[in-house]
């Protein structure tokens, strides 16, 4: 059995990735942020956001030891955090300067590789922050990783559907073709290693756009040479499946999708044991804690929900939360369901919750005796605060306008039809122009990505053929009226 024990709303964008340490809870976004908690009562880090990527960030992941986080960009680059100050410690640039998808350590965290929309992979050694091996498949794009839990190999999955297993001099050891049909999505070793005579056996899953969860077996026979072959498929989900891990002692195995749910498996036995339906959107992330019975799931609805298993969990010897941290306050539950509602939909009670929240108490009253709900807030000028609410403080006046500009912003920036934002920043556009590519961009945006990477499109990598931008009348015409509504 599984319980929903808290959700995450700090993102502004879609959540790409979510990943725990031993005491630690890292979520990046297309927000272009990484959110680092604590998971003890999953507070936020004093120094958390991090910021430092230019566009959207795809993938995080710690290190052994936790002291460290690695996280990919659009923006080409992998940078290393230190988790105890939130500060970068280095920026791995990738070779060719392609948008970086996908980065993996190594259990031993000796080990780092990341991997690129033009199908280069990096291996840099991780102590010392330098690039140690290239690779490349061609005309695909590296969407997954994952290191063996022995650190000497590792496999990659492309958008061509391919799983490629591979050693630290960047030799190809195995190419299974065709291992998901329209492209591999994610792809995660299980932690532990099976031995017996000549022969050492790990396990992989594998999820693709193919709707399949897919578990395999790699033989590494001691002379030399690996084999790979199908073990189990699971067809518990009815969309491409975007994400999978393992719990940290491979018994279970979990899977997000774009159907919005997320499936629990018994890995062993092949067996659905769950299956989980709150996200609103395409579940787009999910990861085990190692050392607590805790699920973590990241959608495309900007939430991630913390899931505790409740059964089965003791005698593999996992914590549980504090009591006192097992469900949202109330005013927490409140206000996450007033967030759900578009601002002109807010109540009088919604309105005089958001100025205690707010900080403006003192208001409460004043609004109350005039009625104001949401759509009145959101009317409200100066010259009404003054004559009509009598608020006589120049100060508060001002305070009081500034927020709600701030909340006319976040109301915008949520619900957002996705073709109204730019690929590149993910923000809605405010100068939409269409490239060579065919794709609609932020005119600032795909400006500075064309003078910096050498012309290629953001979307498929491919060169631009002229560099020409030509306005999206129709487009911002369409933005207009969407904001006009809303």
Not at 357 to 363: A, S
């Amino acid at each position: 059995m599984t319980s929903l024990i808290c959700t995450l709303q700090d993102h502004r964008d879609d959540v790409n990735w979510c990943a725990f340490s031993g005491n630690l809870f890292a979520t990046c976004s297309g927000d272009k942020t990484l959110r680092i908690y604590n998971t003890r009562d999953f507070s936020e880090l004093p120094f958390s956001p991090l910021s430092g990527h230019g566009y959207g960030v795809h993938c995080c992941c710690f290190s052994a030891c936790g002291q460290f986080l690695a996280s990919c960009s659009t923006d080409a680059t992998t940078m290393v955090w230190s988790t105890v100050t939130g500060e970068i410690e280095a920026v791995l640039e990738h070779p060719g300067r392609s948008p970086v998808r996908i980065c993996a350590l190594s259990p031993d965290s000796a080990h780092l590789v990341s991997g690129a929309s033009d199908g280069t992979l990096a291996l840099w050694d991780f102590p010392s922050k330098q690039l140690r091996r290239t690779g490349a498949v061609s005309d695909t794009t590296m969407v997954a990783c994952s290191f063996s839990p022995c650190s000497q190999v590792f496999m990659t999955g492309s958008t061509y559907g391919d799983l490629r297993l591979w050693d630290l001099d960047m030799n190809q050891l195995h190419a299974e073709k065709n291992a998901h049909d329209l492209g591999v999505t994610c792809c995660t070793f299980a932690p532990s290693i099976l031995s017996g005579g000549q022969v050492v056996q790990f396990r992989l899953a594998s999820c693709g756009q193919d709707s399949l969860l897919k578990i395999w077996t790699i033989n590494k026979f001691i002379p030399g040479g690996y084999k790979m072959q199908l073990l189990h498929t699971l067809t518990g989900q009815s969309a491409p499946v975007l994400s999978c891990a393992y719990s940290s002692d491979g018994q279970l195995l979990v899977s997000g999708s774009v159907d919005k749910t997320v499936t629990v498996y018994d890995a062993k036995n092949a067996v659905l044991l769950y299956t989980l339906k709150q996200h609103e959107r395409y579940v787009t992330a999910c990861c085990f804690s190692p050392t607590s019975p805790l699920i973590a799931t990241g959608s495309m609805d900007k939430t991630v929900n913390i899931w505790r298993l409740e059964d089965g969990c003791s005698d593999r010897g996992g914590k549980s939360l504090p009591d006192g941290s097992d469900l949202t306050s109330s005013e927490e539950r409140t206000s996450a369901g007033r967030s759900k509602l578009l601002v002109g939909d807010w109540s009088e009670g919604d309105v005089s919750a958001w100025l205690v929240e707010e900080g403006l108490e003192g208001l409460v009253d004043k609004f109350r005796a005039n009625n104001i709900d949401g759509t009145e807030m959101l009317s409200l000028t100066k010259e009404t605060l003054a004559s009509e609410l009598h608020i006589e403080s120049v100060g508060l006046r001002s305070k009081l306008l500034r927020k709600v500009e701030e909340l006319k912003s976040d109301s915008v920036c949520s619900g957002i039809p996705d073709e109204f934002l730019c690929p590149i920043t993910r923000e809605l556009m405010r100068e939409p122009v269409i490239a060579a590519d065919g794709y609609s961009y932020e005119r600032e945006a795909i400006n500075s990505w064309i003078n910096s990477k050498n012309r290629s499109s953001p979307m498929t990598n491919l060169p631009l053929l002229t560099t020409l931008l030509t306005p999206n009348h129709t487009l911002k015409m369409a933005i207009g009226r969407w904001k006009t509504n809303h």
